[in-house]
């Protein structure tokens, strides 16, 4: 199918993504990032095979698995379990191997470690934090790629995770009169 190798056609389909990275980052809670940000990565799955990008692939199917099983942390005991952020952790590392293309490789498997470690987090706040530093260690990789909607995607998904830090984890001072 062509339209399967056109390259607008691939980052249409990061661009559908990005609409669930903005809201996904200002969803008040974890459920809800986590969610938004499943449907994104589905997205993602599909740009990053079509590029010829399979760590990044790769790795969101990784993430995308890992939210599978946080998103239940609140009503399952076992989806809160220490041994999670360990098991992605390395699955990832098993990415890398796997999928090594040079050094740039890493990029994508440190920011989903990062973004691992932010996700076994309990607070919004705390994941907004861990999840901005994943999005710009993303960067490079999205440029090497050529995933522009991925690069536009880690920059959108920034200003939308400092959006919601501003809107939810600051604390609210009363004006003073």
Known sequence: MVLLHNF???????AIALVFVVLAW?????????????INL?????H???????????????????NSVFIQ???????KHPVWFYLFSLMSVAVLVVFWKGLITILPVVGVIIGTYAISRDHPKDIR?????????????TIVVQSYSGLLSQIVGAVAIL?????HDRKKEPIPL
């Open 42 to 46: 589905i997205f993602f799955i599909f």
């Open 129 to 141: 934090f861990y999840m901005l530093i994943a999005c710009v260690i993303w960067i490079p990789y």
């Open 26 to 38: 200002n969803a008040k809670t974890r459920r809800n990032i986590l969610f938004l940000q499943s």
């Open 73 to 79: 942390a609140n009503q399952k005991k076992w989806a």
């Open 163 to 167: 959006m919601g830090m501003y809107r």
């Open 8 to 14: 607008w056609f691939i980052q249409f389909l990061g």
């Open 48 to 66: 990053y095979a079509l590029l010829s990008a399979y760590a990044g692939a790769a790795m969101c199917l990784v993430v995308l698995g890992r």
